[in-house]
């Protein structure tokens, strides 16, 4: 496997309630008040990890983790997802999930826009051709998808990953949006009376300024975690 990982940078996630710049209100959720190296396993604060991590020699390889990282607006804490050393047979993939509990949205998700940090931090020096997929999705307190984004390596480009969207439980779809390894990005999902908006930009600028994506809107009435998988 090559060792690619996902970096949820600190201002991680954030939601934006309201339908007017005048009355919203923002929810934040960062790594900041973690330690470099705490485990998402039992180990970092509203998240849970469902995998256990792999062992090999009388060491631990976590799936999950609190590091440091830079990817043009700074270094902060960020949530790794991807094994840190190396995986172990039999390669295990991971889910990891961190309570958001946004009371007050308006109901069905109308005129409320989520934004986070992500980015593939590849160690492109190593020797394994296999690279990881990845995807994050929104969920009610239901446990039941909002929306999610999909990161599937590219086929022919060991340093690009194709990016599909989705809402609720229907098939994610495929968009003409990719991503680069060691570069950040910034996601925003833009809910409306009828649609479902997605777009991106660098990290580095801080604005979601290229859409890529609309689906129809979403019937589901609040949020309630973020998913990341492997």
Avoid: C, H
Avoid at 4 to 17: K, N
């Amino acid at each position: 496997m090559k060792i690619s990982t996902f970096v949820a940078p600190s201002i991680g996630l954030s939601v934006l309630l309201g339908l007017s710049a005048q009355g919203a209100t923002t929810f934040s959720y960062d790594f900041e008040s973690e330690a470099d190296g705490d485990l998402f396993k039992g180990g970092v604060t509203g998240w849970t990890q469902d995998s256990d991590n792999p062992s090999a020699f009388g060491s631990t390889s976590p799936l999950a983790y609190i590091g440091v990282k830079d990817f043009g607006a700074g270094s902060s804490n960020a949530g790794f997802l991807g094994t840190q050393f190396g995986n172990t047979s039999p390669n295990t993939s991971t889910t990891v999930s961190g309570a958001l509990n946004v009371a007050g949205a308006p109901l069905p998700l109308r005129g409320v826009g989520v934004s986070f940090n992500l980015g593939i931090d590849d160690n492109s020096a190593d020797a394994f051709t296999g690279r990881d997929g990845f995807s994050v999705a929104l969920r009610d307190s239901a446990n039941a998808n909002i929306a999610q984004i999909v990161l599937t390596p590219t086929v022919g480009d060991n340093e690009v990953w194709d990016v599909a969207v989705g809402i609720g439980n229907a098939v994610p779809s495929a968009t003409s949006a990719t991503v680069n390894a060691s570069s950040g990005y910034v996601f925003k999902v833009d809910f409306s009376a009828g649609a479902t908006d997605f777009s991106y930009g660098a990290s580095g600028g801080g604005l979601p300024n290229a859409p890529f994506a609309t689906l129809g809107g979403v019937g589901l009435s609040d949020l309630g975690n973020d998913r990341d998988d492997p």
